[in-house]
C-alpha cells in the first residue's frame, strides 16, 4: 500500500543536465517537501509546497527549482546537475501540523 | 534558532537488550515531536510522534518515548531489541509557525549483534 512514490530509486546524469526528479502522494495531502540526505548532515530541507502552484525554499534551494501543477504531484528540477548535487533525495507529503510526514522511498542520484 | 541534536552517532548492542536513543531539542514552546526509522537504501518511517498529553508516547514495532520538558529531551525506548531494528533513527521537531516544517537530526545507526 505505497502512499508516496517517487520516480526513479537510482539515477545517474552528466554534469550540466535538467534532471527531473518527480513524486507522487495520493493521500490528498496538501503540503508536499523535497530533502536532501547526506551522510553526517541529516535531512535538509530544497522545497516545500503548501498548496497547488504555491512554493516556498528551504534552507538549501540553491540549484534546485519546483514544481505544483497538481495536488497530488510535486517535481524537483535540478537545471544543470553539479556533481556536488550527488546525493539522496527525499520526498514527503503531510496533512496537518503535528501528524507527521509519510516519506517516499528516494532516489539516489549521481551526477558524473 | 530551533535545532535538534543526537548526540550518539552510532549505538551497537545486542540483541534482547534494552535500547535508549537520546534526542535533546531546542525551541521556544512545546514542540511537535517524531521518531523516524530508515532502513537501508529506503525512506523514512513514522514511529511515533508526541504534540500534547500523556508524555509517554507509544509507537509501532514495540517502541515508546518519552518528553521530558525540564531536560528538553525526547528519548527513544525499546525493551527488547531485534535484529530487524538495525537502522538509522532520526528524531524531528516542529519548527516556527508553520510547524509542518520539521528540523531533523543528524541520526543515530544503530547496530545489533546476535
Known amino acids: 500500500d505505497v502512499k508516496v512514490t517517487q520516480s526513479s530509486r537510482y539515477l545517474v546524469k552528466r554534469t550540466g543536465e535538467k534532471v527531473f526528479l518527480e513524486c507522487v502522494q495520493d493521500?490528498?495531502?496538501?503540503?508536499m517537501f523535497w530533502y536532501r540526505q547526506d551522510p553526517g548532515l541529516g535531512l535538509r530541507l530544497i522545497y516545500f509546497?503548501?498548496?497547488?502552484?504555491?512554493?516556498e525554499k528551504g534552507d538549501i534551494p540553491e540549484g534546485y527549482s519546483v514544481s505544483r501543477e497538481k495536488k497530488e504531484r510535486f517535481s524537483l528540477i535540478l537545471e544543470s546537475a553539479s556533481t556536488n548535487q550527488t546525493s539522496m533525495y527525499l520526498c514527503?507529503?503531510?496533512?496537518?501540523?503535528?501528524?507527521?510526514?509519510?516519506f517516499g522511498s528516494g532516489t539516489r542520484l549521481t551526477v558524473v | 534558532a530551533q535545532s535538534v541534536t543526537q548526540p550518539d552517532i552510532h549505538i551497537t548492542v545486542s540483541e534482547g537488550a534494552s535500547l535508549e536513543l537520546r534526542c535533546n531539542y531546542s525551541?521556544?514552546?512545546?514542540?511537535?515531536l517524531f521518531w523516524y526509522v530508515q532502513s537501508p537504501g529506503q525512506g523514512l518511517q513514522l514511529l511515533l510522534k508526541?504534540?500534547?498529553?500523556?508524555?509517554l508516547v507509544q509507537g509501532i514495532k514495540g517502541f515508546e518515548a518519552e518528553f521530558k520538558r525540564s531536560q528538553s529531551s525526547f528519548n527513544l525506548r525499546k525493551p527488547s531489541v531485534h535484529w530487524s531494528d538495525a537502522a538509522e533513527y532520526f528524531c524531528?521537531?516542529?519548527?516556527?509557525?508553520?510547524?509542518?516544517?520539521?528540523?531533523f537530526g543528524t541520526g543515530t545507526r544503530l547496530k545489533v549483534l546476535a
Open positions: 514527503a507529503s503531510g496533512a496537518r501540523a503535528g501528524y507527521g510526514y509519510t
Open positions: 493521500m490528498d495531502h496538501e503540503n
Open positions: 509546497s503548501y498548496d497547488v502552484k504555491m512554493k
Open positions: 525551541y521556544g514552546a512545546t514542540p511537535y
Open positions: 508526541y504534540f500534547s498529553g500523556d508524555t
Open positions: 524531528a521537531v516542529g519548527r516556527g509557525s508553520g510547524t509542518y516544517k520539521y528540523i
